[in-house]
């Protein structure tokens, strides 16, 4: 966004905030969204921040996107501000180890070391670079917006005097519970460390104020395991990209398909499931597999492919664009979300979007956001799985009723523009909320001598 289109959306001075700090229920906001980091083509939270910025700012709000690498692809309105880290974990070079020159400060530093002792240290460090970097524009914002950082400098923030809203996708202790059971021995140790920032995030979400969140399933789970307050979780949906997740009538499906968009070797995205479920099929119909995913060399997934003779026989795809990526959707006979958890799933909605008829598994939010427009199995459960994906397969009747299904099921409860508004009522609500606490707070002052 330009600067002189900045200054047209923020409020002149006759638009100041009410008596209880929320302003008229039309003007314009000033938001600051934070995001650790910001992957434009998978992972929910860089997805997430683009599209919620992209309808905050055609709403009319000024939106400024505080971000670490990798830097998020935003669309025209909303303006990203970088906060470089380190880029410790860059696809291409992982788990690196800077040179001296690289060093700024002493963030830089906490960041290195807590690499170096299996700690995940960049929600923290993030949090505090923008700490430091909003220290001087109290006054240019109204609230922030986290996108699941939780980090201690967020506190920081909200002494600042700044309404904090926050995101939370699903809480990443769900993850750390998968991951330390799949893990053998010794191997539980660095698990351990490396999620020991669940800790943090949980500290922080029960004292940072308004917390939202997708479904209903992923607020029990923030309930249960951050143990914050049940009236500060407000269930918001999220949405899906209509203009690219949609039908292709022109584009023929292709026979035998199958897609899923799941990161490889996270073992809560149940591609090993799908992988020994695939094996089976693969020996009694004419089907292929594609994963938009990037494969670790000698990776868990890559071992797993070698095990079962699929080595070479199943299509893994990444960087691929927006638009690839839809029409490798649409293109498919069936889809699957194979995960052992999902707090929501924007892939299963995206493939619903694109009428791809839909296998996912029974957990978590899945059975909330699908409804009747999938087929649903056991996860983990490998034969159940193939089972689903043979008769589906089989069945194109079946396949047509999960179709129309899923494409009414979009229309009438996910779409990105209901989002953003619903994400303004909060934000609105913050701000009110910190206006009366402010009010009290002065009323309550001892008045000098």
Sequence with gaps: MSTAAADQVRP????????????????????????????????????????????????????????????????????????????????????????????????????????????????????????????????????????????????GIARLGLPVVTSIHHPISVDRRIELAAARGLRKIPKWRWYSFVRMQARVARRIGPVMTGSESSRADIL?????????????????????????PGVPRVAGRIVAVASADSPVKGVATLLRAYAKLAAERDVTLTVVSKLVPDGPTERLLGELSLTGRVQFVSGISDEQLAELVASAEIAVVPSLYEGFSLPAVEHMAAGTPLVASRTGALPEVTGDAAMLVTPGDAEELCAALRSLHDAPALRDELSR??????????AWSAVARATVAEYRRAIAARGRADAGAAAGAVPPC
């Design 224 to 248: 249960r395991d951050f143990k914050v307050p049940a009236d500060n979780v407000r269930v918001v949906p999220l949405g899906v990209d209509t203009r690219l997740f949609r039908p292709r």
């Design 12 to 155: 002149r001075p006759e638009q100041a905030l009410g008596t209880d700090g929320s302003g008229g229920p039309d003007r314009p906001l000033r938001v600051c969204l934070l995001s650790y980091r910001s992957k434009p083509h998978c992972g929910g939270q860089g997805i997430f921040l683009r599209h919620i910025s992209r309808e905050l700012a055609a709403l009319g709000h000024h939106v400024e996107v505080y971000s670490g690498q990798p830097y998020p692809e935003l669309e025209p309105g909303p303006k990203l501000i970088e906060l470089p880290s380190l880029d410790l974990y860059r696809d291409e070079d992982p788990f690196r180890t800077p040179h001296l020159r690289e060093y700024r400060d002493w963030i830089d530093v906490l960041e290195v070391l807590g690499m170096w002792t299996a700690y995940f240290p960049e929600p923290l460090t993030f949090s505090l670079r923008a700490l430091r970097a909003l220290r001087s524009r109290v006054a240019d914002f109204d609230v922030v917006h986290d996108n699941q950082v939780l980090a201690y400098g967020n506190l």
């Design 405 to 414: 299904a899923a494409l009414a099921r979009v229309a009438e409860r996910f």
